[in-house]
């Protein structure tokens, strides 16, 4: 985790929310959080457990680990996205990210860093958010250097049969 504060805010935002929720505080939830404001950027759940697993020394049924993601997601404290057909998660406390997406090969990168249009930052202000995540879909610049090469293929042919 990036700091003390933030590490400290997080586990009692988790501990808040399994209170009013009247759910056990059990060190594998905790071992979870941990892990996965461990992680940077987004992770699947074999990460998740690997993770568990080499740098933690802690092993938990996958069932808890999916079980653990749910109420986390739902105490506001990690993202689920859906690229396609990769279901992947994410810490979300204090963060900001966009993403691009190939709509070709399904590359996804990830940027923490975004400026947003006026119009955008006019929105966001209308309402109170704990966090946001801008996608962007189009060619990545491979993808892009091959259709355009496929494109010159077809080119060069009409030329030469004509």
Known sequence: MDNV???SNIEQTFTDYLKDN???RTPERYAILKAVYSINGSFDIETLL?????SYK???SRATVYNTIALLINAN???HHIFGTKSLYEKCYNREMSYTICTQ??????SAHIRLNDTLKNNIKKFSHTHYSLYVYGLCSKCQRTMKRKKQKVTNKLNVSK
């Open 5 to 7: 504060k933030a590490e």
């Open 22 to 24: 009247k759910l056990r």
């Open 50 to 54: 690997e993770s568990l697993e080499e």
């Open 58 to 60: 802690f092993r938990v």
């Open 77 to 79: 404290l990690v993202i």
């Open 105 to 110: 090969c399904g590359k996804i990168s990830e």
